[in-house]
């Protein structure tokens, strides 16, 4: 009679192999995740703030540089492109609220009168987004 000889599990540098091969995939995946993300087409630093409270993050975002540049959702417009970008938004439904992303460098009267011509322009609600000394908050 013949008996088969039980089989061995893998030892070693083999057993690890599965392993590996998910610890790739996942470095793959966040890798591919992080490149969807969209940033900002410049740089802008914001003020600080002792507030805690955060806004809805569905709100459209105007981003105003240290130089007076303006990108809108993340595409760099003139000042006078303003008013009819801020009209889709208002035939969208999205004008109620905006979120203000203005850098610390700028003079707060030029950020005032930003705010005032985006009220002009019928938006009901500007969020200006801040940073704790922690991060970023809105």
Do not use: C, Y
């Not at 005032?112 to 019928?122: A, F, K, P, W």
Request: hydrophobic residues 40%; without cysteine.
């Amino acid at each position: 009679m013949r008996f088969d000889r039980p089989r061995q599990r893998p030892q070693g540098d083999d057993a690890m192999l599965p392993l590996i091969n998910i610890v790739f995939l996942l470095l793959i995946f966040f890798m591919i995740a992080g490149k969807l993300a969209s940033s900002d087409p410049f740089e802008v630093e914001p003020p600080e703030s002792a507030t805690e409270e955060l806004p809805r993050a569905e709100a459209p975002t105007l981003l105003l540089g240290s130089d007076g540049r303006l990108a809108l959702e993340g595409v760099i417009i003139e000042r006078d492109e303003l008013a009819e970008q801020l009209q889709q938004l208002r035939e969208e439904g999205r004008l109620e609220r905006l979120r203000l992303r203005a850098d610390a460098r700028m003079d707060t009267p030029d950020v005032v009168s930003l705010m005032e011509l985006l009220r002009s322009h019928g938006v009901e609600r500007v969020n200006l987004i801040t940073q704790t000394h922690g991060g970023v908050r809105s």
